[in-house]
Every structure is written in structure tokens, then in C-alpha cells.
């Protein structure tokens, strides 16, 4: 049997809008890829997808899915993997459950999410269900570091047509309030594994008693990782709460927590539970027993409090309800995720996700939205201080200097180190809540104990590792940057932080050894922010050389300040065994352009980044496989994008303007009008020419019948599976375009 060749290029099944959005782009790459003899194939990546795979036991044979992250994980540590990478659900507990209710509901007899597993079996199911939570998908797909940066012509889009800034001004009580110790930042420890110290470690929880309980084995550990192991307290971290919210009080300002309870899915939303339960910490008191019986968890957050209080009798759960009521009136207001429907900070984890609800409010002139509709000074609770001095340092900027000018700005391009599960994104398997007052200890393989800390019962105890080669890889994709652009570069590592401490060693030496240390600065996160800030505001350019972390904060709040969303990001990362991984930027807005699809029939979600990702993709595999004719159907991508910039047909947000299926028909045109004028390729000009000509002449019968779904409801047959035939109906419905592209 002949095995079944590997797509050239393998576009992701993701979910919400992106996967929308790919319902009616990936005919036209698919159409067009074909002309060159490229194919692209699809590989299902989805929180749905990934529940069905994870379960196959409870399925049909018909309803069987493949594992395709797994595969995926595979292909990436191969020279062959050329991926574009939509942004996928990082699924908090909440978003979980409800996806497997839809999917029962479609006769899938997938098992529920066992909050509260006794059994064997509800113990398996659970342990499968956790490893499809949170970051799943990256840290098996980012096998590379990250370059990510604003295509050049997005960013001249921006400073001609700037978007909305709110007004700073120095008297806004919006500040980031931080605990003052005992949190994951104080506590850290951190070390570099030598060559004796290699191989299978553990981490163990001693007990007062002198008990040991084995908490994980079989860490295997090699030679010159960077190994680092914390813990914030509970109790702190509960009384520091308690101090912000009386503070809020008196200050008059919105209360606001903002976590990543999706990527940091163990440690965060734990964090997020103390947060719940404190503010509201009577209710919990006077009703802990019945809310113990509901399966209640502070940790998915007062949405599903309210959800399970509902299932009671109509007198007691009334009566429960006005406890909550009445306890959220005595509170400072909720900064708020949707004030017409109630939905405050702390209803579902997964609602405020600090790497787009921080850059928000900035941008907004340090508002938030409150419960009586209106925006209001806030204040924004990050508790631990490892990367809450970037958001704090920025307002102090701007209540100094005002909003950042987009017209002028220059922009922050960013090198992230992410590769092989880099730091604290990689630390879920070895997260943990304190199981008692005592010890947790790392130990490694030859009895060393390499970090240790005393810990009371409810602390949450965090390892996590930065592997060797991705360090020195992404120092030297660092210099690699600076090198081609001649910008600004700096490594956002603190020499008081102990992971840093580690870092700056590597970083040093291999800056010193390649003749480049003049080049770069290294800076503590505030201070980076500010001379970043400083440099921008002045039209110059600065590269941001990151860690996982704020590889991730920083490529949503400087976009946003620049170009107004972050999705419009270029994301290249140079996998570490030759292929190509292409990112296409964020999706935190994603939920609420579905929202507006399904009511109003109009979708606002902006395909730039995957223009910019198809263009980077072709280019790779032109190089890689000696496909001439690939390069030149990648340059026209990137001057179709110009073009759809320049002429004003990216998506609006209201119904009756253009919409995504819009920018796609634009898109295809403009791509096959520059295939049809350039001059390097002789056949694939003639063959295009007729296409972009019809394109063109058929415009006004395109644009009626992609409009003829606007304005009214759309039906999916899902939301996080949605119906196949339903959806293409919905996002193609053009006959005329469709008969075009084939």
C-alpha cells in the first residue's frame, strides 16, 4: 500500500470566527494553490476536534476522529512541516463543558466533564479532558521561537488611517495593583542543570509528619536547562485581596482582576477561585454546605454559581440568589465583560484574559466599562508582580505623556522564546495546590534536591524549564532580527528575577562570543517598557526580545496600540528541525464577531492575518522545495493585501457595510489581478488574466448576492461543531463567485 502524500501546506480546523473566516477563504488558497501544483490540506485542531479524539471509545465508528494535534506534533520536529496556524480556543472549564454538551446534543455520547471524579473511569476521563484545557495546541505545535511582527504595509495602513484612542490624562485613578510579597515572582527559584545533575527528576510533597507523597516522576531533564520552581500563598494572596477591594472602595474606582486562566490553565484559574470566593466570602460562608452539594467551584466563576443555585427549589435558590445580590451591591463595582447582559469580571474565567482585556482598558484612556454602562476609572488586580510592572509602567507613561500618537508611532516587532514548552506556558504538568502544610521538593536523578519551599495547604506550587537549544536558538533569531532591521533591540530579563538571572548568563555569553553585545540592551520589564514607549513615540522601532510569556502580553498590547488589534500580526515561527510554522494572530475577539454573525448575519472578523500567513507560507516553500511559481503566487499575496489596505475593503462592524466574505471576494480579485500583471511567469499570467477579469465584471452580482445574508440570523448548527453544509451556505453564497474560483 502507497502511504498518502503529505500536503505542501496544512491550514488548521480551528474554531469560533477564525474557522468561520476559513469557510470562505480556503476555497479561493486551495483553488489558486492548485494552479502551481501546490495542495493544502486541513488538519482539525479544534476544542471539538480535539474531544472527539480524545474519547473515541464512546463514538460510532462514523463519528470517529483522528488525533490531529498529535499528528501534527509529529510533522512540526520534521524539515517537511509548513503549518498555518489559526488562533484556537484555550479552553477554560466552562467553555469545556459546554462544548461537550453541544456535541451530546448532536448525538455524540462524549462523557461529561467529571468535576468531582471517584471512579477509576471518571478519574481517567478527567485526566483526559485536562490535557485538551487550557494551552493545549501550542506547546505541541511551537517546536520554534517566535518572530512576530506588523507586515510592513499593515503598518502604513495604520498611520494613514488611524484608529481610535481614548484620552489619558494625569489625574485617571486607573493604576495595577500587585501583592506586595509571597507571590510567584518572590518566591522563584532557579537553576541550570549540569551534566551530573541530568535525568529523570521528581517532585515530591514531604508533609509535616514526615510523609512523602509523589507528586510527578519521570522529568527528564537534560544538560543546561534552565529549571525554575515557585509558589504564591494562599493565605497572601486572599488578604491582598480582601486590602484591594476595601482600597476600590474608597478610591471609587472599578474592581478588576485580570489572569490568562486559559493558557495558564492549572495556576490561574485557582487564582481566579480565591478571587470569587473572597468577594463574595459571606455568601460562600452562609451557604458553603449547599454550594458543596452543587458541585459549586469558585474557580469557573460566579456564571456557573448562578447556574447551579438555579437548579434549586424556586424558595431557596431565590433566597441564595439575593445573598449574591445583596453581596455584590456592599462590593465596589464590577469592571464589566457586557454590562447590558450582567456578565461581570469575575463570571467565567475564561471572559477577561489579561493580554487583551489589559491593552483594552489602556487604550481606552484607562477605562473600563461599568455595571451602569459606563466607562470608569479602574482598578486592574494583577497579583503577581513577574510581568504586572509592563501594564503598570505603561499607564504611569501614558498619564504622563498622553495616548501614543498611531499616526506616528514607530512599531515593537518581538523575538519570543516559546520552543519545546519554554517556561511558564510548559508548567502545567508540574502545578500544583499544596495537598497540606510542608515541603515541596524538586529532586533530581542523582538524589539532589534542587529547589525547595515551605508551603501551607491551598498554595499553588509551580516548575517550570527552558530547554537548552530553544534558548540559544532564540538568542541567535534575536541577533538574526537586529541584524536585518538595525532597530532597537532589547531583552526584557530582570537580573532580580531568579529565572531571568539564569537567562542573562546564556544571553551574554552568546551575544559576547558573536561580536554583537554592543547591539542589544538588557532591562528589567519597566524599564523596557518605558525606553520601549520613549523610542516608539518618536517614530523609531524597537524589538522586543521576550520570554514566552510576554511574548504573548507584549504582541497584543503593542499592536493594539499601534494598529488597533493584534490580529492583524505577522507570526513566523522558524521551527528548530528546518520547517515552517505561520501564525495568524489573535483571537480574543473572536466570540463576540460569532455573536454578531448568528444575530445580524454580518461577520467583522478580519482575515489579515491570514493574508499575511499565506504569503510567508508560500514564499517558505518556494525556498524549500524549488517552487518558482509558489514565490511568485506569494508575492502577489502580499500585494493583494496591500491593495485590499489601500483601497478601504477589509471588514466593517456593522451590518449593510462589507464584511469578511466581502474582504474574500476582494482578496481573491486583487490576487488574481496581480498574478494576471506580473511579468515573471508567462502561463501563470494567461491563466490568470480571465479570472481576475471576470472577477472584476461580475463584481456588482457578487457583492448583492454575499449581501443578500446580512441582516439576518444566521443558523451554524453549532458553535463549537458547527453543521459543515450550514456553514458553507452561510459563508458562501455567492453561486456566482463560487463558479469562478471552482
Known amino acids: ?198 535525568g529523570a527528576a521528581k517532585i515530591e510533597f514531604v508533609a509535616e509528619n514526615g510523609d512523602v507523597t509523589l507528586l510527578k516522576d519521570g522529568i527528564n531533564l537534560a544538560e543546561g536547562t534552565v529549571v525554575d520552581a515557585t509558589f504564591m500563598s494562599a493565605a497572601a494572596l486572599r488578604a491582598f485581596i480582601r486590602s484591594e477591594i476595601e482600597k476600590a472602595k474608597a478610591e471609587g474606582v472599578l474592581f478588576s482582576v485580570h489572569l490568562k486562566a486559559t493558557m495558564m490553565k492549572v495556576s490561574d484559574p485557582i487564582i481566579f477561585g480565591h478571587f470569587v470566593s473572597v468577594f463574595l466570602e459571606d455568601v460562600f460562608a452562609k451557604h458553603g454546605d449547599t454550594f458543596e452539594s452543587l458541585g459549586v467551584s469558585p474557580n469557573s466563576g460566579i456564571g456557573d454559581l448562578v447556574a447551579k443555585v438555579e437548579t434549586l427549589p424556586a424558595d431557596q435558590s431565590a433566597a441564595i440568589l439575593a445573598d449574591i445580590e445583596a453581596a455584590l451591591a456592599g462590593q465596589p463595582p464590577l469592571y464589566m465583560v457586557d454590562s447590558d447582559k450582567g456578565i461581570t469580571n469575575l463570571h467565567v474565567p475564561s471572559d477577561v484574559i489579561i493580554d487583551a482585556s489589559m491593552p483594552a482598558v489602556i487604550r481606552a484612556g484607562g477605562k473600563g466599562w461599568g455595571p451602569d454602562g459606563k466607562p470608569a476609572d479602574t482598578k486592574c488586580v494583577i497579583p503577581d508582580n513577574c510581568y504586572a510592572p509592563v501594564y503598570d509602567e505603561t499607564i504611569n507613561y501614558f498619564k504622563e505623556t498622553g495616548a501614543l500618537d498611531p499616526t506616528t508611532s514607530g512599531t515593537v516587532s518581538n523575538v519570543g522564546l516559546m520552543a519545546q514548552k519554554a517556561e511558564e506556558y510548559g508548567s502545567h504538568p508540574t502545578t500544583f495546590e499544596a495537598p497540606g ?154 466570540p463576540k464577531h460569532v455573536q454578531q454573525l448568528v444575530s445580524e448575519g454580518h461577520l467583522r472578523w478580519d482575515s489579515l492575518g491570514e493574508f499575511c500567513a499565506l504569503g510567508e507560507s508560500l514564499n517558505f516553500l518556494a525556498d524549500s522545495k524549488g517552487n518558482a511559481k509558489a514565490a511568485v503566487l506569494g508575492k502577489a499575496v502580499d500585494a493583494a493585501t496591500e491593495k485590499l489596505l489601500d483601497t478601504g475593503k477589509s471588514p466593517q462592524r456593522k451590518v449593510g457595510q462589507l464584511d469578511n466574505r466581502d474582504s474574500h471576494y476582494f482578496f481573491a480579485l486583487y490576487w488574481a489581478e496581480a498574478l494576471a500583471a506580473q511579468t515573471e511567469d508567462a502561463e501563470l499570467a494567461a491563466h490568470f488574466a480571465p479570472i481576475a477579469k471576470e472577477l472584476a465584471d461580475k463584481q456588482d452580482t457578487i457583492l448583492a448576492e454575499l449581501a443578500s445574508t446580512q441582516g439576518k440570523p444566521a443558523d451554524l448548527g453549532g458553535y463549537f461543531h458547527t453543521d459543515p453544509a450550514k456553514t458553507a451556505a452561510v459563508m458562501r453564497p455567492s453561486a456566482t463567485l463560487n463558479a469562478i474560483i471552482g
Open 1 to 198: 500500500m502507497t502511504q498518502k502524500k503529505q500536503p505542501d501546506i496544512l491550514y488548521t480546523i480551528v474554531d469560533e470566527a477564525p474557522q468561520l473566516a476559513s469557510a470562505s477563504l480556503l476555497p479561493i488558497i486551495k483553488s489558486f494553490a492548485s494552479v502551481v501544483d501546490v495542495s493544502v490540506g486541513t488538519k482539525d485542531i479544534s476544542l471539538a476536534g480535539r474531544i472527539l479524539a480524545t474519547v473515541p471509545e464512546a463514538l460510532t465508528e462514523e463519528q470517529r476522529q483522528s488525533d490531529d494535534l498529535a499528528e501534527l506534533g509529529v510533522l512540526v520536529k520534521t524539515p517537511e512541516a509548513n503549518v498555518i496556524k489559526l488562533p484556537n480556543i484555550s479552553a477554560s472549564v466552562p467553555q469545556l463543558t459546554a462544548a461537550i454538551a453541544e456535541l451530546q446534543s448532536q448525538g455524540y455520547n462524549v462523557p461529561d466533564y467529571p468535576e468531582n471524579p471517584t471512579t477509576d473511569e471518571e478519574k481517567d476521563i478527567r485526566a483526559r479532558y485536562d490535557a485538551i484545557k487550557g494551552s493545549a495546541v501550542n506547546p505541541v505545535l511551537r517546536e520554534g521561537n517566535s518572530d512576530r511582527r506588523a507586515a510592513r504595509a499593515v503598518k502604513n495602513y495604520a498611520m494613514k488611517n488611524p484608529h481610535s484612542m481614548g484620552e489619558w490624562v494625569s489625574t485617571s485613578k486607573t493604576h495595577v495593583a500587585s501583592m506586595p510579597g509571597n507571590d510567584f515572582y518572590s518566591n522563584e527559584q532557579s537553576a541550570t542543570i549540569s551534566a551530573d545533575q541530568a
Open 437 to 590: 502544610n510542608g515541603e515541596i521538593r524538586y529532586v533530581l536523578a542523582n538524589g539532589e534536591v534542587l529547589h525547595s519551599h515551605k508551603v501551607e495547604k491551598g498554595d499553588i506550587w509551580r516548575s517550570s524549564s527552558a530547554n537548552k537549544a530553544p534558548i540559544e536558538d532564540w538568542v541567535q533569531l534575536a541577533i538574526s532580527r537586529q541584524k536585518a532591521t538595525g532597530s532597537e533591540a532589547i531583552f526584557w530579563l530582570d537580573a532580580n528575577r531568579a529565572h531571568d538571572a539564569e537567562l542573562i548568563k546564556y544571553v551574554d555569553a552568546i551575544l559576547e562570543r558573536e561580536g554583537v553585545a554592543d547591539k542589544f540592551f538588557t532591562l528589567a520589564p519597566r524599564a523596557a517598557t518605558r525606553q520601549t514607549l520613549e523610542t516608539i513615540r518618536t517614530g523609531a522601532d524597537s524589538i522586543a526580545v521576550t520570554g514566552n510569556v510576554l511574548r504573548d502580553y507584549l504582541t497584543d498590547l503593542f499592536p493594539i496600540l499601534e494598529l488597533g488589534t493584534s490580529a492583524k500580526m505577522l507570526s513566523i515561527v522558524k521551527l528548530m528541525n528546518g520547517g515552517g510554522l505561520f501564525e495568524t494572530g489573535a483571537g480574543g475577539s473572536a
